[in-house]
């Protein structure tokens, strides 16, 4: 179609591409304007970003220059480490409660009876909740460097790569989370894991060569150690998108794996919900 | 062509009980709440499904909305299998449910329905429109940009209205329509659903409002303990209180009510 003498691409765009970004508009609105309405919050996350900040640059001080775990300073190495852990948790956090939420208050069972496929919807809803805490992260991050002056030699292609290959795991955890919720009402244990059980298998705060033997074995089986890793290659050392190969390789075989399982979870815990009547139970 | 079919369907809720259910009281064991019950509902029809709580009522909304799918027997939509062709159905239904805070509540009336007429494939285009007529049609315009959070029990039903209504189904499915409505919206209601059959949408209504059925019904089901007791029409112009002594005639349940009401008026 041609439309002033232009080709006009919103008809070169295929109905359901257009259907779908209507989609995901309609929910990033949605979450943002509930966001700005809960009038404290960005102003008690921002606090909450100081204080922590604050408080691992001073255990890094406390610590002493000495500390270098693989070559880097100590608070760049944590505040890279908290940031990559806490997005994914946090992320999966915001999309569970959404679950949770929708099922209180019976509009779970609404959303379900839209002309959205419910997978679609949940894959929808959890990439505006990680869209929402990547906005966190990256103010995590620019506090660290213009405020503690973390130093960093960024090359953004490799932080890109990292955090595109990330965000397959990262969605697949939080469907995860939510089939489990769906499933038994469990969503909450999952993340009780994540957060209280794998964050120093991740290599968070310290390096996970200090680990035993097998809990290093262990905590290279976990996905989250090859995120924080790639980041802080990419963030602090500057590594190219080649040299770090084998890095996404390993993270973009996670991704592989992990999406279209937890969505074929997702997609059996609801049919079970619908066959048992259990969706807006909580 | 029926819109709706409804075939030998039989809908059995499972309790599971905890696994330290030796500490509670919380039984197992299963609920019938629909027993083979078939029914059809015609293209512009106004289906009543009357009966009391625990009757089936809200189930068979629900499993023709696609929220729940049936043990045994199938349901259809417009030639659709609500099983199979799910995605097909949820285009063709739309449903107000008795739950009245499944909104965003710190979104606009206005915003949830254009969130929810998105999701229904509503064109942006189209969309402002729409929801401008669903709000008027359901006498909100004045709480158009009140977020819901603020809302009353009659305004979340009428919000709910609203949002079966936007995205123009064929087929209408409300769940006690009007518990919360005042008498003026009600009738204004009953109104409307008369003019949506005008324009060719089915209309199935549960309810245990002998005037709501009275007012609107073309025909009307009797459900009881999950079994169809009646499938029959219902005349314009038939009263309430016909429909009423219809109901404990069929149910054989005691009418308590008129009971008092005879009982007060016979000489000592």
């Not at chain 1, 973009?252 to 048992?276: C, K, T, Y």
Request: with cysteine; glycine share 8%; hydrophobic share 50%.
């Amino acid at each position: 179609m041609v439309r002033d003498g232009r080709p006009d691409l919103t008809t070169m765009i295929p109905t359901t591409m257009t259907s779908t970004l209507d989609k995901l508009y309609a929910i990033l609105r949605r979450d943002l304007l509930t966001a700005v309405r809960h009038r404290s919050g960005f102003v008690v996350t921002l606090v909450g970003v100081f204080t922590e900040l604050a408080a691992f640059y001073f255990l890094s001080r406390a610590i002493g220059p000495g500390f270098r775990p693989g070559g880097l300073e100590y608070f760049p190495f944590l505040l890279v480490g908290t940031g990559v852990y806490t997005f994914f948790v946090m992320s999966a956090q915001a999309f569970l409660s959404a679950v949770q939420e929708a099922q209180q208050t019976g509009t779970l069972e609404v959303l379900m009876t839209t002309s959205t496929a419910p997978a679609q919807l949940i894959i929808l809803s959890s990439v505006s909740a990680f869209a929402g805490n990547l906005v966190n992260l990256l103010v995590y991050l620019f506090a660290g460097v213009a405020i503690f002056r973390a130093s960093v030699h960024a090359n953004f292609f490799s932080c890109a790569a990292v955090l595109i290959f990330s965000l397959a795991i990262a969605l697949a955890l939080g469907i995860a989370a939510a089939t489990l919720q769906v499933a038994f009402q469990k969503g909450s244990a999952l993340l009780w894991l994540l957060s209280s059980g794998l964050w120093f298998l991740s290599g968070t705060m310290f390096p996970i060569q200090s680990l035993p033997r097998p809990l290093e074995l262990l905590a290279r089986a976990v996905p989250l150690t090859y995120s924080i890793d790639g980041m802080r290659r990419a963030l602090l050392e500057g590594q190219s998108v080649t040299a770090m190969a084998p890095t996404l390789a390993v993270l973009a075989e996670f991704g592989i794996v992990l999406l279209p399982l937890a969505l074929a979870g997702l997609a059996l815990s609801l049919r079970r919900a619908r066959q048992d009547g259990t969706l807006s139970f909580y | 062509m029926d819109q709706v079919v409804f075939q030998s369907v039989r809908k059995i809720f499972r309790h599971r009980p905890a696994l330290f259910n030796w500490l509670g009281s919380e039984r197992g064991g299963e609920t019938v709440a629909l027993k083979d019950v078939s029914f059809s509902a015609a293209r512009a029809e106004v289906l009543v499904l009357l009966g009391p709580n625990g009757s089936g009522k809200t189930t068979a909304l629900k499993l023709i909305s696609t929220m729940l799918l049936p043990d045994d027997g199938s349901v259809q939509v417009g030639g659709f299998d609500a099983r199979r062709d799910a995605g097909e159905v949820r285009r063709q239904v739309g449903i107000a449910v008795a739950a009245e805070r499944s909104f965003f509540p710190r979104l606009s009336a206005r915003e949830n329905l254009d969130f929810f007429a998105a999701l229904d494939e509503v064109s942006r285009s189209e969309r402002e429109q729409r929801v401008k007529e669903v709000l008027t049609d359901t006498g909100l315009e004045e709480q158009a940009d009140t977020l819901v959070m603020k809302f009353s029990s009659g305004m979340y039903q009428r919000l709910g209205i609203a949002r079966a209504l936007v995205k123009r189904p064929s087929v209408l499915l409300l769940d006690e329509p009007t518990r919360s409505l005042d008498a003026a919206t009600t009738a204004h209601f009953w109104a409307t659903i008369r003019d949506l059959a005008r324009q060719q949408t089915t209309v199935l209504l549960a309810t245990h409002n002998f005037a709501e059925a009275a007012a609107v019904a073309d025909r009307l089901l009797l459900l009881h303990r999950g079994e169809l007791l009646a499938d029959r029409p219902v005349d314009h112009g038939e009263s309430a209180e016909t429909l009423r002594t219809f109901y404990f005639r069929m149910t054989g349940e005691i009418d308590e009510a008129m009971g008092a009401t005879h009982g007060a008026g016979r000489a000592p």
